[in-house]
């Protein structure tokens, strides 16, 4: 199967800075993929390269079969674009916008008028849009920015922060839109929203310095972080003899009462504790209420292997 | 190459609706027709005072008059006096171009689209020429005007404005690429001025003799435009501005794809 996106050693400087340093990655036709890393950390450049804004200076990229670089024209035939910071026309009408885009994208005739209000209905744009971009709220001209990216159902979105300046509600009309594009498109975003990314994509990709450190799906990266490494039990017994038990166990790094006779377990190894907790709770005749891995959450995943990698 | 034509079309549309809806176009289109109005007004009263001291002397010298031509007392010099103004106003009508697109970051946008770097700077130019195309038709009532009273070489002012589209489509090219190497519209429009002035002063330094100076002429905007004023279409000076236009055009896409790499 040919890949949506596929990034090969891909390096791009600023004057003598180095932004990204030999990137490799491929996104398969329908996946949604979410890119992520701090500040500064190359990703918008990434997407910048990807969209063919910019030209790498090393390496290369493919978008649906044809060169960022050499095949510019057919790459970006293929995509939707939303720049982190989207700046629209302000002399321009929102109808007169999107028709100007449309027609750039190849969109004619007849189909114009059905795209336009296909892409406005789906972001929400039909009262505003006789209006002038100038006067449009953040929060419409993020949806408008999404909109053109939408024109002609481009096979891949790129989407660099589309849930910025957005209120509450907004954010989440967006998700679902993002969401419904799923199947039909190759969708990669990146954000510093967390929560937005277990939501929506099916994997990650977590970038720091201009390098990959992390790709796999949400659920596999925060169990490679440690598979049983955590566990949260709550039993009914004396807390204080319970936490000295649990404290004498082979492995055990650190017991946290939690209140109400719960207790987080750490090993410090990483090893799975659960057999050796219940058999000690059984063995000492206290009553087991519940016992279970706590799994990572994506920010102690990101954090965690972005201060990994400063170290 | 159909979309890439349609995707050229409509860029010139979007550029000629920001041309309509922001003032600079009625700004510009003012001052130009008031002083081009001002001259030509001035001219045929001129014309008409010498018209009629030769007709009170044509009694004694018939000769007189057979010299009196409105082409030489009124649309030469109109002609010429026009392409100076226009070299003043060409620059405000290119400084937005590029440079706006680049310091808004609608340039994100523009250059992430299906569209060729040539579909991009042909649109851009083709939709200032057709401005400025639009602010040259309206002198031609200057011309109907003094048709209805007077015998007129049409010939000869076909020829003076296709001299002042080539002359504008130069300086348009010239101050497109101005406005491709900067983000701020007025350095754009000061470096377009500072160029189109070189370009024209060129052709003076011949007159202090220079040993450098029939290439220096010959490269001068303003030289290659007296032929089609005197009614005149010479293939070198139409040439020279098809050339000129070429290369500056040319020059702003260097320096449109410079910027992708160094960006």
Redesign the interface.
Known sequence: MEMMIEVHDLSKYYGQNLAVSRLNFAVSPGEIVGFLGPNGAGKTTTLKILAGFLAPSSGGARINGFDCVTQSLQARQSLGYLPEHVSLYPDLTVTQFLQFAARVKGVAGKDEKAELERVMAACGLEEVRRKLIATLSKGFRQRLGLAQALLKMPPLLILDEPTIGLDPSQIVEIRTLIQELAGDHTVILSTHILPEVSQLCQRVIIINRGQIVASDTVENLSRQMGQGARTLLSVKGPEGEVAAALQGLPGVAQVTAKGEGAFLVESGNGHELRPLIARLVVDKGWDLLELRAQEFTLEEVFLNLVTEEES | MK??T??C???I??EL??YF??PIFYITGFCFLVLAGYFFYTNVLYYSIISLQAAQQAAMNPQVAGQLNPQYMVFRPLFGVVAVVLLFLVPLLTMRLLAEEKR???A??L??????DWGVILGKFLAALLIYLILLAFTVSFALAFAAVGRLDWGAVGTGYLGLTLLGGAALSLGMFASSLTENQIVAGAVAFGLLLFFWVMGWVQEVGSGLGGLFQALSIMEHYDGFVRGVIDTRDLIFYLSFIYFFLFLTKRQLESR??R?
């Not at chain 2, 250059?111 to 060729?116: E, V």
């Open positions: 979309s890439v349609s995707g079309l409509a860029l549309r979007k609706t920001v809806t922001t808004s970051g609608t994100e946008l250059f992430t689209y299906p569209l060729t992708r790499w960006a």
